[in-house]
C-alpha cells in the first residue's frame, strides 16, 4: 500500500468523478497523510481517518504529493446484483470501524466492482438519484444476481408470461402439491409459456398442511418425496435440479433438530433411492423461515432458500434465494392482475431451470 500527503482541505467523492459521485461534505486534509489503495484515472482511492471512523473516498490525484510506495493502476469492472437485504452501506469493510454511508434497499438494482471483497463486503454502486451514483461497501452475503417472482397462481396465458419478462425478472417460483387442496400445482403448459418468455422456473413442493408441527415426521417425508419425485418427471424437470420442501412453520429449535429434520432425513433418502432407479436425480432444498434455514443440517439438503414470512430479525445470510415479506400473505408486486412476491437468487437459475 501507498502513502501519499494532502497538504489543503480537499473536497473527496464517492466514486472517480466530482459530477457523477457526490461528496457529501467530505474532505481530507489539510497537512494530513492518507492511504492510497488504488489509482482509477485522475483519482486516487484513498482511506484516512474521519473522526471516530475510517473512510474510504476518492481525491484528485493532483491533490496528493510526496507519494511513498508502488501505486496500483484498476479498471472498473463493474456486474450486475440485486440486494437480497436492505441494510447500511459503509465508506470501508467493516461495520464498526468505517462510518456509514448511507443504504440500499430489498432487491435493489445495484453493480458490484467485481474483484474488490474484503472482510466479508463488496464495493458496489448504487444510484442515490438524481443521476447521481455512491460507491460504499456492503456485506457481500446479501448479494444475489439474478431477480425474480414467486406465487401461488397459475402463469395461465402467454400474456402472463411474457407481462413477468417485461417487469424485469429473469424467473418464476412455482408449486409441485400432493393434494386436492389447491388447484395451482405447476404444468407441462405453464412451462411452454415461460420458456416462450425467456424465464426460468424453479419448484416449491407443499402440502397444504405445512404449517402444522404434527405434519413432519419421517413416514411423511417419504410420501412428499414420491409425490414430488413423480411431479417433477411428469412436467420434465431435468435432472440435477432442486426442488425446495416447504416448512410453512415459524419452528422452534426443538422442531427442527427433532421432527422436522426427521422429515428431511426421509425426504432425501426416498429422493435418493428414486434417482439411483430412475437414473434421474433431483436435488433437495428447503423453503422456511430463517431459523429453518440456518438450523437444518441433513446431509443431502444441498441448498436452501430463505422467507421473512414469519420471523423478525434477518441474521441468516447463507441463503441461495431470499424471500422478503413482511407478514405472512403479503404480497410485493402485481403484474397483470396477479400477485407475486420477489425473491433474489445467488443461484444462475434459482435451483430450477431454463423451460
Known amino acids: ?56 473516498m476518492y481525491i484528485p490525484t493532483s491533490a496528493v504529493s510526496q507519494v511513498s510506495g508502488t501505486v496500483s493502476t484498476y479498471t472498473a469492472n463493474l456486474t450486475a446484483k440485486y440486494v437480497g437485504k436492505g441494510g447500511n452501506t459503509y465508506n470501508g469493510p467493516s461495520s464498526s470501524t468505517y462510518a456509514s454511508a448511507g443504504s440500499v434497499e430489498n432487491y435493489e438494482a445495484v453493480s458490484f466492482l467485481s474483484d474488490k471483497r474484503e472482510n466479508g463486503y463488496a464495493l458496489i454502486e448504487y444510484n442515490i438519484g438524481g443521476g447521481q451514483k455512491k460507491r460504499a461497501w456492503f456485506p457481500y452475503a446479501e448479494l444475489g444476481i439474478k431477480l425474480g417472482v414467486d406465487t401461488y397462481a397459475k402463469i395461465s396465458s402467454q400474456t402472463m408470461a411474457n407481462a413477468i419478462k417485461n417487469a424485469g425478472y429473469s424467473f418464476v417460483g412455482r408449486y409441485y402439491y400432493s393434494d386436492g387442496t389447491y388447484d395451482h400445482g405447476f404444468d407441462s403448459t405453464e412451462a411452454g409459456y415461460l420458456s416462450a418468455a425467456g424465464l426460468d422456473v424453479f419448484i416449491y413442493f407443499q402440502n397444504g398442511a405445512t404449517g402444522n408441527a404434527s405434519y413432519y415426521t419421517a413416514a411423511q417425508g417419504t410420501a412428499d418425496a414420491e409425490a414430488a419425485y413423480n411431479f417433477a418427471r411428469e412436467v420434465g424437470q431435468p435432472a440435477g435440479t432442486m426442488i425446495y420442501f416447504a416448512v410453512e412453520l ?106
Open 1 to 56: 500500500m501507498a502513502t501519499g500527503y494532502v497538504s489543503a482541505q480537499t473536497t473527496v467523492y464517492y466514486g472517480p468523478s466530482s459530477t457523477t459521485y457526490p461528496s457529501s461534505g467530505s474532505y481530507a486534509g489539510p497537512a494530513e497523510t492518507v492511504d492510497i489503495l488504488w489509482k482509477e484515472g485522475n483519482w486516487y482511492y484513498i482511506e484516512y481517518q474521519s473522526g471516530s471512523y475510517r473512510k474510504r
Open 250 to 355: 415459524n419452528a422452534t429449535s426443538s422442531q427442527i433438530s427433532g421432527c422436522i429434520s426427521d422429515y428431511f432425513n426421509a425426504v432425501v433418502a426416498k429422493m435418493s433411492a428414486l434417482g439411483t432407479a430412475n437414473n434421474c436425480r433431483y436435488n433437495v432444498g428447503v423453503y422456511g423461515c430463517h431459523a429453518v434455514c440456518s438450523n437444518l443440517t441433513v446431509t443431502g439438503v444441498v441448498s436452501r432458500t430463505a422467507a421473512w414470512a414469519w420471523q423478525n430479525g434477518i441474521t441468516y445470510r447463507g441463503w441461495d434465494n431470499r424471500q422478503i415479506s413482511t407478514k405472512t400473505g403479503a404480497y410485493e408486486v402485481t403484474i397483470n392482475g396477479t400477485n407475486f412476491n420477489v425473491v433474489v437468487s445467488k443461484l444462475q437459475h434459482a435451483g430450477g431451470w431454463s423451460c
